[in-house]
């Protein structure tokens, strides 16, 4: 009997953790998917109500989420939030609710544009409506008895006191940030335009008109002695940083590669920022917003940034800047005299990419060459301008033996991580086989009576371009008057 006891316990115990696993196993299956969607108020209602537009999410915490559109002829009037707490069967759900409240101008008919928010990772649409607006409603009298019914509430509370708010201190600013002190003439500078905020400023901070005021920023920093390769414009998302050893997140708003011209310095003037910024209530209160809209400027620092001349090259004046190297290409691996081969040399690296040319070198009695075709390929990636420029070449070799192109491609460069000239050279060497060959040159006949006449009435007198356009013209004039006549003579004849 007293053996049987310690097995039943564990029977019992054993039945109790099956039991147990089986409901948090259902509990987390039936555990509801991450979901957002958007709520439309009603479409018709007086001129004295709101009209809402809201948007709920499930299963997540809120992380952000893109503004409510604007609509035309009302006012956006404060937002709300509701956060939906339900427990079945031991699961917990939550549902959060964000509310945005518009107050129309005037009676009338508007038009919700279709139009999408971004929640978290989800991306929610609507359809739009037609909204109409009606006369003001003017509040019923309830029966005295209710009246003060509401009178004894207020003497046994006290009336609703307006809510007291207050600017809370924040720590964002907004800042220009060039990537070097001080740049030689041609060398590539990184300027971005950055707004820095912490984690916890994002609940008062918001964007306010930012693509009505960015090309106003934008031409305040432009610099007129300078070749600049813009970055395309991109979503502003708020990137991880550490500044002064504290965690910041920063909106990148506009960047550019700048490569000056002369020696002339770079000067960026301080830029305004209007931005959103909520005051928070004192004391808050279930079913209101608690925040109260307002305005800040922010102003980011002038900033100056010199330039330095190149020291001088005793052989070149303009001379590309940049850290290039070179790769060749050559598309055959045999060569013969009179036969033409194409090489291409590829200068790549960071740069700029516009100030590279290589010219063909002048035709030898040895050496043909053609070109060169160019192809250029620019990449914008990372807060850097760099990419590859190719130069192909036709070559057609009158004579055997190896063709130096170390002595006939070659690019001097300045490096401005170094502050040296470099010269960027051909390192392939083709060996060209067969006979030795002569340039093809137009001899006349001395025999051909046509050719002697011709040489010797021929002078040096330069002729229009346009001089064999005119014969032909009237040869063809000629031609037609020939076919005209015909026609009239086989007319006449037929008659």
Same mark, same amino acid.
């Given at each position: ?62 992380e ?36 945005q ?15 999408s ?18 006369p ?78 960015l ?18 414009? %991109?979503?502003?998302?708020?990137? #991880?940083?550490? /500044? *002064? &050893?504290?965690?910041?997140? =920063?909106? @990148? +708003?506009?960047e ?63 001379v ?55 192809? %250029?390929?620019?990449?914008?990636? #990372?807060?850097? /301008? *760099? &990419?590859?420029?190719?130069? =192909?070449? @036709? +070559? ?59 040489l ?7 002729r ?13 004039l ?18």
């Amino acid at each position: 009997m007293h053996s049987l006891l310690p097995m039943a316990m564990r029977l019992f115990l054993l039945f109790f953790s099956l039991m147990l696993f089986a409901q948090v196993h259902t509990a987390a299956a039936q555990a509801p998917a991450p979901s957002a969607d958007l709520v439309l108020g009603p479409t018709a209602f007086p001129l004295n109500e709101y009209y809402t537009i809201s948007f709920r999410l499930r299963g997540a915490p809120l992380e952000r989420y893109s503004a409510f559109p604007d609509i035309e002829g009302f006012k956006k009037s404060g937002k709300s939030s509701t956060t939906t707490t339900r427990i079945v069967n031991g699961q917990t759900s939550a549902e959060l609710t964000i509310t945005q409240r518009y107050a129309a101008f005037t009676e009338g008919s508007y038009v919700l544009k279709p139009f999408s928010m971004k929640i978290n990772g989800f991306t929610a649409a609507s359809e739009g409506a037609v909204l109409k607006v009606g006369p003001q409603q003017v509040a019923v009298v309830p029966p005295g008895g209710a009246l003060q019914g509401i009178g004894l509430l207020d003497q046994l509370f006290g009336k609703p006191k307006p809510q007291e708010y207050v600017e809370p201190q924040d720590q964002a600013f907004l800042a220009i940030v060039p990537d070097k002190q001080r740049v030689f003439v041609g060398e590539g500078l990184h300027v971005g335009l950055y707004f820095y905020l912490t984690p916890q400023d994002q609940a008062v901070l918001n964007f306010y008109n930012f693509a009505g005021q960015l090309p106003g920023i934008i031409r305040q920093l432009r610099q007129r002695t300078v070749w600049e390769e813009s970055f395309n414009e %991109q979503e502003v998302l708020p990137e #991880n940083v550490t /500044v *002064g &050893g504290k965690p910041f997140l =920063r909106y @990148r +708003l506009w960047e550019a590669e700048l490569y000056p011209l002369n020696a002339q310095p770079l000067t960026f003037p301080a830029v305004e920022l209007q931005m959103l910024k909520y005051k928070v209530a004192k004391k808050p209160a279930s079913g209101l917003d608690n925040r109260l809209e307002g305005y800040k400027t922010y102003r980011s620092a002038a900033r100056v940034v010199p330039v330095v001349s190149l020291p001088a090259h005793p052989k070149q004046d303009q001379v590309p800047v940049g850290a290039y190297e070179v790769k060749e290409a050559i598309d055959r691996t045999t060569f013969r005299t009179g036969r033409t081969f194409a090489y291409t040399f590829t200068v790549e690296g960071e740069g700029n990419l516009a100030t590279v040319n290589l010219t063909a070198p002048p035709t030898t009695p040895e050496l043909e060459v053609y070109g060169p075709e160019v192809q %250029q390929t620019l990449t914008r990636q #990372n807060g850097r /301008v *760099g &990419g590859r420029k190719s130069f =192909r070449f @036709r +070559l057609v070799a009158r004579r055997p033996g190896p063709v130096a192109l170390d002595t006939l491609f070659r690019l001097v460069v300045f490096n401005p991580a170094t502050s040296r000239y470099d010269t960027l050279r051909a390192g392939l060497q083709p060996v060209v086989r067969g006979e030795e060959q002569m340039a093809t040159t137009f001899r006349a006949r001395i025999d051909d009576p046509y050719y002697q006449e011709a040489l010797a009435e021929a002078d040096s007198t330069l002729r229009p371009r346009d001089a064999y356009r005119n014969v032909r013209r009237y040869a063809n004039l000629v031609v037609v008057v020939l076919l005209l006549v015909a026609a009239g003579g086989w007319w006449q004849a037929r008659r």
